[in-house]
């Protein structure tokens, strides 16, 4: 399986994979294993997944004719296999590289990808509407296959599409990657069960003549169960694959892997197998000198501000959606293990979930990725805003995240949430003012609150001139042309953008209003004293916090126009955060640059979206 320069030799396409002898796979899965870990190590990415499921993806392309057989994957993380196997293994050295290879299925790839799919738990609800699309259009001969695991069957919506799927009875066939993780170990009653469903010899059930079924809640849902089967045994993966393909109803296939599997760093690691490195050291696994320097992050000081406030109050209670420590959670969770829940990968259950906390007296912290709050909107609207419930939502990875692209920047959430009535939404633009915010926000009883900050690492604070109400004076001038209003992150441009255009004759002032939802009087009156009002978020421009204000003004009668500077109303592209902010707009001479054509009547340039054309 070595070329003659030693480099692995792998399959360039699934007819490739087809045609290998069989006695040829093992040394495949190895070559495979091989340069994922070079090439992940080297790039960062997802690893700890994509190592567990090396033979699955090798099985499922011998027995199933992609891209006619569509195969979608769940927890779109762990498609890097089938990413080689489809031809793409020359690309990996720009795996989440700007303008480089997608690290989640991306329909502009390949035809292999179907679904663009990065959030959990929805691949069997595009394989019932596949699988019904199929039955319409008379494709009697074409299988679809969802693959789910890796913690997202504890989703909600994956038992929605179980339900109407098991009623179908079209020929779905589910494979179930059961590692017994998602970062940490699955929590809940289903990872129980699993368990229950795993104990005993791999093949007993997986049927090599008669099947066997085992009564199970899959079963009583409908479908046909065929398992336990060993996930790394490509053989007995076939076998099971075809007996499921040739059943032409709902089928359910438990293939027990292990994440990481063949890299000792991942089989080693109690947090989270490797899930998702940095660049690493491909020996030992540990951080490469680039990313391990130690710095501060958002999340750091999230953590143990968090804790620290559960030290001092026995009501603050934290919800997590399987991510207890990549949220900052487990400072918390070592102090106070009772107080903190794992709801497994189920956004909405968590949002209801703590509302119900509240009703009993709590005030919960609901800590998710920006980017996974989305799913739970209306909760948050009609389950916690409309009871005007104490529910504190923290926001990690808000804006602009980098290498993880389009389904995880956090454009959406001051969009969404400054809809919502009484609810509060907090930027902090340093580490001090994210603990201050963080009490503030957990002092507050009339109703929601959310706080949101960046990936990434904390630069440093940021003093304020002075307070007026509740908006921080950063920096002013004394000649009253621009007030530049910094929400969150980016106050540092904003400060460097004052500089320069107080040094070309342009009187700035900057502040920081900290919350984005409300408006105080200090900030109307400011903007009345000046001639121009330019907002400055790490957000959509479209219906943010720049928008807000701007309608604020207007029904305050304050005629100072306003101009906004944000993210455009576009899905952005994978690459470096700095340079995807520079690209919108964002940096401090593109700040200036839109200043001035403002101020001379020139029209106000906007960013563009990815492919060229106006927002």
């Given at each position: 399986m070595r070329k003659k320069n030693g480099e692995p030799s792998i399959p360039g396409s699934p007819l490739d994979v087809r045609a290998l002898p069989a006695e040829r796979l093992p040394a495949l899965a190895r070559d495979i294993r091989a340069f994922l870990i070079e090439k992940v190590c080297a790039s960062g990415g997802h690893l700890g997944p994509n190592l567990g499921v090396v033979e699955l993806t090798i099985a499922l392309h011998r027995v199933f004719d992609s891209p006619r057989d569509a195969i979608l994957f769940d927890t779109g993380h762990q498609t890097y296999v089938h990413k080689i196997l489809t031809g793409r293994a020359a690309h990996f050295d720009c795996l989440r590289q700007a303008g480089g290879l997608s690290g989640y299925p991306s329909r502009t790839e390949s035809v292999h990808d179907w679904c663009e799919n990065s959030h959990a738990s929805t691949s069997l609800s595009y394989a019932d509407g596949l699988a019904k699309a199929h039955e319409l259009r008379g494709h009697h001969d074409r299988s679809v296959v969802a693959v789910v695991g890796d913690g997202a069957m504890t989703g909600g919506m994956a038992w929605e599409a179980l339900n109407d799927l098991g009623a179908g009875r079209r020929p779905v066939v589910v494979v179930l990657n059961d590692n017994g993780r998602s970062y940490a170990p699955t929590t809940g009653a289903l990872a129980r069960h699993l368990r229950t469903l795993g104990d005993g010899e791999f093949g007993l059930r997986a049927g090599t003549g008669d099947r066997t079924e085992v009564p199970n809640v899959f079963t009583q849902l409908g479908f046909v169960f065929l398992g336990p089967v060993d996930g790394h045994d490509v053989d007995a993966l076939q076998t099971v694959l075809h007996q499921a393909r040739a059943l032409r109803r709902p089928v359910l296939v438990h293939a027990v892997t292990q994440k990481g599997r063949g890299f000792t760093p991942a089989e080693n690691d109690e947090a989270d197998r490797l899930h998702a490195i940095g660049t690493v050291d491909p020996v030992t696994g540990r951080p490469s000198p680039v990313t391990g320097s130690g710095s501060t992050s958002w999340t750091g000081v999230f953590g143990k501000a968090l804790k620290e406030l559960a030290d001092e109050r026995e009501d603050v209670v934290a919800i997590t959606a399987s991510m207890l420590r990549p949220t900052g959670l487990y400072p918390m969770a070592l102090a106070h293990p009772e107080r903190v829940f794992d709801v497994g990968i189920a956004e909405q259950h968590a949002v209801t979930s703590a509302a119900g906390l509240a009703m009993g007296g709590f005030h919960p912290v609901v800590a998710l990725y920006s980017t996974f709050l989305?799913?739970?909107?209306?909760?948050?609207?009609?389950?916690?805003?409309?009871?005007?419930?104490?529910?504190?939502?923290?926001?990690?990875?808000?804006?602009?995240?980098?290498?993880?692209?389009?389904?995880?920047?956090?454009?959406?959430?001051?969009?969404?949430?400054?809809?919502?009535?009484?609810?509060?939404?907090?930027?902090?633009?340093?580490?001090?003012?994210?603990?201050?915010?963080?009490?503030?926000?957990?002092?507050?009883?009339?109703?929601?609150?959310?706080?949101?900050?960046?990936?990434?690492?904390?630069?440093?604070?940021?003093?304020?001139?002075?307070?007026?109400?509740?908006?921080?004076?950063?920096?002013?001038?004394?000649?009253?042309?621009?007030?530049?209003?910094?929400?969150?992150?980016?106050?540092?441009?904003?400060?460097?953008?004052?500089?320069?255009?107080?040094?070309?004759?342009?009187?700035?002032?900057?502040?920081?209003?900290?919350?984005?939802?409300?408006?105080?009087?200090?900030?109307?009156?400011?903007?009345?004293?000046?001639?121009?009002?330019?907002?400055?978020?790490?957000?959509?421009?479209?219906?943010?916090?720049?928008?807000?204000?701007?309608?604020?003004?207007?029904?305050?009668a304050v005629t100072t126009p306003v101009h906004t500077l944000g993210l455009p109303r576009a899905f952005l592209p994978h690459g470096p955060r700095d340079g995807l902010l520079v690209h919108a707009g964002l940096s401090a001479p593109r700040i200036v640059s839109a200043i001035l054509r403002a101020r001379a009547g020139q029209p106000f340039i906007h960013p563009t979206r990815t492919d060229g054309s106006p927002t």
């Amino acid at each position: 399986m070595r070329k003659k320069n030693g480099e692995p030799s792998i399959p360039g396409s699934p007819l490739d994979v087809r045609a290998l002898p069989a006695e040829r796979l093992p040394a495949l899965a190895r070559d495979i294993r091989a340069f994922l870990i070079e090439k992940v190590c080297a790039s960062g990415g997802h690893l700890g997944p994509n190592l567990g499921v090396v033979e699955l993806t090798i099985a499922l392309h011998r027995v199933f004719d992609s891209p006619r057989d569509a195969i979608l994957f769940d927890t779109g993380h762990q498609t890097y296999v089938h990413k080689i196997l489809t031809g793409r293994a020359a690309h990996f050295d720009c795996l989440r590289q700007a303008g480089g290879l997608s690290g989640y299925p991306s329909r502009t790839e390949s035809v292999h990808d179907w679904c663009e799919n990065s959030h959990a738990s929805t691949s069997l609800s595009y394989a019932d509407g596949l699988a019904k699309a199929h039955e319409l259009r008379g494709h009697h001969d074409r299988s679809v296959v969802a693959v789910v695991g890796d913690g997202a069957m504890t989703g909600g919506m994956a038992w929605e599409a179980l339900n109407d799927l098991g009623a179908g009875r079209r020929p779905v066939v589910v494979v179930l990657n059961d590692n017994g993780r998602s970062y940490a170990p699955t929590t809940g009653a289903l990872a129980r069960h699993l368990r229950t469903l795993g104990d005993g010899e791999f093949g007993l059930r997986a049927g090599t003549g008669d099947r066997t079924e085992v009564p199970n809640v899959f079963t009583q849902l409908g479908f046909v169960f065929l398992g336990p089967v060993d996930g790394h045994d490509v053989d007995a993966l076939q076998t099971v694959l075809h007996q499921a393909r040739a059943l032409r109803r709902p089928v359910l296939v438990h293939a027990v892997t292990q994440k990481g599997r063949g890299f000792t760093p991942a089989e080693n690691d109690e947090a989270d197998r490797l899930h998702a490195i940095g660049t690493v050291d491909p020996v030992t696994g540990r951080p490469s000198p680039v990313t391990g320097s130690g710095s501060t992050s958002w999340t750091g000081v999230f953590g143990k501000a968090l804790k620290e406030l559960a030290d001092e109050r026995e009501d603050v209670v934290a919800i997590t959606a399987s991510m207890l420590r990549p949220t900052g959670l487990y400072p918390m969770a070592l102090a106070h293990p009772e107080r903190v829940f794992d709801v497994g990968i189920a956004e909405q259950h968590a949002v209801t979930s703590a509302a119900g906390l509240a009703m009993g007296g709590f005030h919960p912290v609901v800590a998710l990725y920006s980017t996974f709050l989305t799913r739970a909107a209306d909760q948050v609207l009609m389950d916690v805003a409309l009871h005007r419930l104490p529910v504190t939502f923290v926001l990690d990875q808000a804006g602009i995240t980098g290498p993880d692209g389009a389904s995880h920047h956090g454009m959406w959430d001051p969009v969404l949430l400054g809809m919502m009535p009484g609810l509060r939404i907090a930027a902090p633009r340093d580490g001090e003012q994210l603990r201050s915010l963080l009490r503030e926000a957990l002092a507050h009883d009339a109703g929601p609150t959310a706080v949101r900050f960046p990936k990434g690492t904390v630069r440093p604070s940021i003093e304020a001139l002075r307070r007026a109400g509740g908006v921080d004076v950063l920096s002013e001038s004394g000649i009253r042309d621009v007030l530049l209003v910094s929400y969150g992150p980016l106050a540092h441009l904003c400060l460097q953008a004052g500089v320069q255009l107080s040094g070309q004759g342009t009187g700035v002032t900057v502040v920081d209003p900290r919350w984005l939802t409300e408006t105080e009087p200090e900030l109307l009156d400011l903007a009345a004293r000046h001639r121009l009002v330019v907002t400055v978020e790490d957000g959509c421009r479209s219906g943010g916090a720049g928008s807000g204000l701007a309608q604020s003004l207007r029904d305050h009668a304050v005629t100072t126009p306003v101009h906004t500077l944000g993210l455009p109303r576009a899905f952005l592209p994978h690459g470096p955060r700095d340079g995807l902010l520079v690209h919108a707009g964002l940096s401090a001479p593109r700040i200036v640059s839109a200043i001035l054509r403002a101020r001379a009547g020139q029209p106000f340039i906007h960013p563009t979206r990815t492919d060229g054309s106006p927002t």
